[in-house]
T-cell receptor, first 115, second 112 residues
Framework: NAGVMQNPRHLVRRRGQEARLRCSPM?????VYWYRQLPEEGLKFMVY????????ESGMPKERFSAEFPKEGPSILRIQQVVRGDSAAYFC?????????????FGPGTRLTVL | EDKVVQSPLSLVVHEGDTVTLNCSYE??????LLWYKQEKKAPTFLFML??SGIEKKSGRLSSILDKKELFSILNITATQTGDSAVYLC????????????WGAGTKLIIKP
């Protein structure tokens, strides 16, 4: 059973370009969470999605960032017009669609470097 | 503001030593505390603690929560080089099933 998959693992962008980060949840999981981890800091919650639905985007910057989780295909975190401050590791986690707290299984992350 | 603080930030010990990692928290609505191990990839789940004073144990790792003093410790006995990692502590907030507030982690290096 494959775990949470993220790609690319490393992404280099120049300022002003767009970054697209992909996350495929574990098989049978329909809830996805995105986190950002800056160097020497803890993970920061960004957004929680279910299929075709954004449940909580309270941690997302208001501008340039968007996320989706379509009916088919991976979840996408999109960062438009990247700036140097966007350089970070972006982790995705997934849980099944059951009630109560479920252990979040993490992907290996995408390390974004903005030149 | 909800916060989770881990100490020390980094720790270097020799194989065979015992280490204790600390996690303190200040949150408005505590539900549970979780420990994760992060090597050069995905954080992997270690423990979830909800009740005070009940030790959770897995092999050489153990953890306990003190809800009165608002902290948890993670102990690793007879450390091995494979224990080298960043250990993350997170608090699950009571009003959600998913909101985790994370500490910055303790970077543990085990020297052979």
């Amino acid at each position: 059973n494959a775990g949470v998959m993220q790609n690319p693992r490393h992404l280099v962008r120049r300022r002003g370009q767009e970054a697209r980060l992909r996350c495929s949840p574990m098989k049978g999981h329909s809830h996805v969470y995105w986190y950002r981890q800056l160097p020497e800091e803890g993970l920061k919650f960004m957004v929680y999605l279910q299929k075709e639905n954004i449940i909580d985007e309270s941690g997302m910057p208001k501008e340039r960032f968007s996320a989706e989780f379509p009916k088919e295909g991976p979840s996408i975190l999109r960062i438009q017009q990247v700036v140097r401050g966007d350089s970070a590791a972006y982790f995705c986690a997934s849980t099944p669609a059951w009630g109560g707290y479920n252990e979040q299984f993490f992907g290996p992350g995408t390390r974004l470097t903005v030149l | 503001e909800d916060k989770v603080v881990q100490s020390p930030l980094s720790l270097v010990v020799h194989e065979g030593d015992t280490v204790t990692l600390n996690c303190s928290y200040e949150v408005t609505n505590f539900r549970s505390l979780l420990w994760y191990k992060q090597e050069k990839k995905a954080p992997t789940f270690l423990f979830m603690l909800t009740s005070s004073g009940i030790e959770k144990k897995s092999g050489r790792l153990s953890s306990i929560l003190d809800k009165k003093e608002l902290f948890s410790i993670l102990n690793i006995t007879a450390t091995q080089t494979g224990d080298s990692a960043v250990y993350l502590c997170a608090v699950l907030l009571g009003d959600s099933n998913y909101q985790l507030i994370w500490g910055a982690g303790t970077k543990l290096i085990i020297k052979p």
